[in-house]
């Protein structure tokens, strides 16, 4: 049941987060920048909740666990280089259509990762000590 809860708990804590980012940034603006990007990045918090919560229940060093990590890699390397070039794709058909109005964000930062990195390690090890703690483990 644990691994069914910790990806959506990433999700929701992480988008709690970045609308709160977002409504002292740009205040009633908020929701209209409600999507991708954004601190902390959503898939990598998601992903990496749950993989530090196999790592926890399933040990560090299990196949599983290395599996989660190569899953996590290919998340970070989507949430960075590949969302940059369908950004930039997205910049140059709206200078050619000026009918359309694509959506152009460039990816993740680097923080914004490291920030779903961290998030993502303190929700997984938070919901294995809860486990824990009730006698789940």
């Not at 779903?116 to 090890?125: E, F």
Request: aromatic share 10%; net charge positive.
């Amino acid at each position: 049941m644990l691994y069914i809860i910790a990806p959506f708990l990433g999700w929701f804590i992480s988008g709690c987060m970045k609308f709160a980012i977002n409504y002292i940034k740009y205040g009633s603006e908020a929701k209209r920048m409600i999507g991708n990007g954004g601190f902390p990045s959503t898939h990598t918090t998601i992903i990496t909740t749950t993989v530090i919560l196999i790592g926890w229940r399933e040990g560090f060093t299990s196949a599983i666990f290395g599996l989660g990590i190569a899953v996590l890699y290919i998340v970070i390397i989507d949430a960075t280089g590949l969302r940059r070039a369908v950004g930039k794709q997205a910049i140059a058909i709206n200078k050619l259509c000026s009918d359309n109005n694509l959506r152009e964000s460039m990816g993740h930062t680097r923080i914004e990762i490291l920030g779903g990195l961290i998030l993502g390690g303190l929700l997984g090890t938070l919901l294995w000590l809860w486990s824990y703690l009730i006698g789940l483990s």
